[in-house]
C-alpha cells in the first residue's frame, strides 16, 4: 500500500521560510519522480515542484521559481520542500507524490493521496 505523510507546515508570516516534508513507502521510491501538490481554499490542486530521482533534475511552477527548492534524499525514501520568501498566496494545504510526465506534464502517480500539510502565510 502507498503511503505518502507529509509534515513541516505551519503558519508563518509573508517573507518567511518553512521546510516541509513527506515520507513515502510501498513503492520504489528511487524509480519515480516526486513532486509537491497544493489546494488552497476554493480552488483546484496544482503541481508546485517535481524532482527526478537521484535528484539531478529539478521542475517548479512559475510562481515558486527562485523561491522553493525540492531535494529528495533516497535512501530515506523522504522528499523536501524548502520555502522561502514566502506570500499569502502561498497558503494552501501541500500533498506529495510521485510523478509521472506524459506529453510534458506532470502527473501525480498514485490515485490516493495523505493527509497534507497546512502552510498558511498571513501577518
Known amino acids: 500500500e502507498v503511503q505518502l505523510v507529509e509534515s513541516g507546515g505551519g503558519l508563518v508570516q509573508p517573507g518567511g521560510s518553512l521546510r516541509l516534508s513527506c515520507a513515502a513507502s510501498?513503492?520504489?521510491?528511487?524509480?519515480?519522480?516526486m513532486g509537491w501538490f497544493r489546494q488552497a481554499p476554493g480552488k483546484e490542486r496544482e503541481f508546485v515542484a517535481a524532482?527526478?530521482?537521484?535528484?539531478?533534475?529539478?521542475y517548479y511552477v512559475d510562481s515558486v521559481k527562485g523561491r522553493f527548492t525540492i531535494s529528495r534524499d533516497d535512501a530515506k525514501n523522504t522528499v523536501y520542500l524548502q520555502m522561502n520568501s514566502l506570500k499569502p498566496e502561498d497558503t494552501a494545504v501541500y500533498y506529495c507524490?510521485?510523478?509521472?510526465?506524459?506529453?510534458?506534464?506532470?502527473?501525480?502517480?498514485?490515485?490516493?493521496w495523505g493527509q497534507g500539510t497546512q502552510v498558511t502565510v498571513s501577518s
Open positions: 507524490n510521485a510523478v509521472n510526465y506524459y506529453y510534458r506534464t506532470p502527473s501525480p502517480a498514485f490515485g490516493s
Open positions: 510501498g513503492f520504489t521510491f528511487s524509480s519515480y519522480y
Open positions: 524532482i527526478r530521482w537521484g535528484g539531478d533534475t529539478t
